[in-house]
């Protein structure tokens, strides 16, 4: 089974969530897909056995077959390519901007020459290792590098069917969190009790809709702000599986880099409880199918 923990927005506990579960159950792999900010490491601990970079396919054309028609140009819908056409004393060429290459392979597939071939540009490294029991994956992306989907999917190859799998996505509601949490069984989605916390929750809860993945809530800090995402949960029959309070035990912990579970025996068993929620969630919903 495949969980994924995400947020609409950064800062609500998701990292959190996701580590004290993972460190709740038995037989489990955790996926840091949080590739521009990876912090899981830091709770979990994880001796890394492996590092590989990571790349994609960016396109460079021969200038000797090129005959500068613009069907690369044409077929990039990143923009990524720039033809200059012949004529007025210009041979024609091709300029491929790198940064903006998504590595899609359409302009090598449909250049009429074949004048395209393809080359690595490394876009970051996959750490694979043990943290205990728990097997363990993260990507990081090379600074200033903006293609965290592609480094996302290649942490997400390494996903181990014969174990829970969590998922750490990043914060947001844009393409690395689609990439992330897509062909999850079930999200958790974690936001807080306030107005921020209630707007990027609707932002995260429509986009799990549209992918038709299943879902439930953890408020976390849930004895602070007020009752609008309760209300909001409720008038939308969105579970909510786990309430967090605001704790200064907690924040002690975080701050110290200590999972909340790994001191507290009460947290270990209610996260197990909402791992059994989610699990017959999931069950139920299968048997609906
Ligand atoms: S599609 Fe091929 S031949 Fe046409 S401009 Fe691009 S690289 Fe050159
Ligand atoms: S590989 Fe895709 S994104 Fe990159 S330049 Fe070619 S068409 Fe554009």
């Given amino acids: 089974m495949i969980i994924s923990v995400a947020s609409g927005k950064g800062g ?7 580590v004290n579960l993972a460190l709740s159950l038995e037989n489990t792999q955790f996926l840091d897909c949080d590739v521009e900010e990876p912090n899981a490491h830091i709770f979990l601990k994880p001796e ?21 028609c613009g069907k690369c140009r044409e077929v990039c819908e990143y923009h990524a390519i720039a033809v200059i056409p012949k004529g007025d004393g ?14 899609c392979g359409a302009c090598s597939l449909l250049c009429p020459q074949k004048a395209i071939r393809e080359v690595n540009k490394e876009i970051g490294v996959v750490e694979t290792g043990m ?17 965290s989907p592609s480094l996302i999917r290649q942490v997400k190859k390494r996903i181990n069917p014969f174990r829970t799998v969590i998922i750490d996505a ?14 999850s069984d079930y999200c958790i989605l974690v936001t807080e009790p306030t107005p921020f916390g209630l707007n990027d929750l609707t932002l995260a809860v429509e986009v ?43 924040a002690r912990l975080y701050s110290r880099g200590i999972p909340l579970v790994k001191d507290n025996v009460e947290y270990k068993e209610k996260f197990r409880m909402m791992f059994e929620t989610i699990t017959k969630r999931h069950h139920e919903a299968d048997r609906c199918r």
Avoid: W
């Fill in 12 to 18: 609500t506990g998701k990292t959190t969530v996701a």
């Fill in 48 to 68: 890394i056995k492996e590092r590989i970079a990571a790349f994609i396919p960016v396109p460079e054309a021969d200038e000797a077959k090129c005959n500068a």
């Fill in 131 to 147: 943290a205990g029991d728990i097997q363990f994956v993260h990507g990081t992306l090379n600074i200033g590098e903006i293609m």
């Fill in 90 to 103: 210009a041979i024609g060429s091709v300029l491929v901007f790198p940064h903006l290459c998504h590595g």
């Fill in 170 to 183: 990043p914060p947001g509601t844009s393409c690395p969190v689609i990439a992330a949490v897509k062909d």
């Fill in 208 to 250: 799990l809709r549209k992918l038709k993945i299943p879902f439930g809530v953890v408020i976390n800090r849930a004895d602070i702000g007020d009752d609008k995402v309760d209300n909001y949960c409720q008038a939308n029959k969105i579970a909510v599986l786990l309430r967090i309070p605001f704790d200064r035990e907690i």
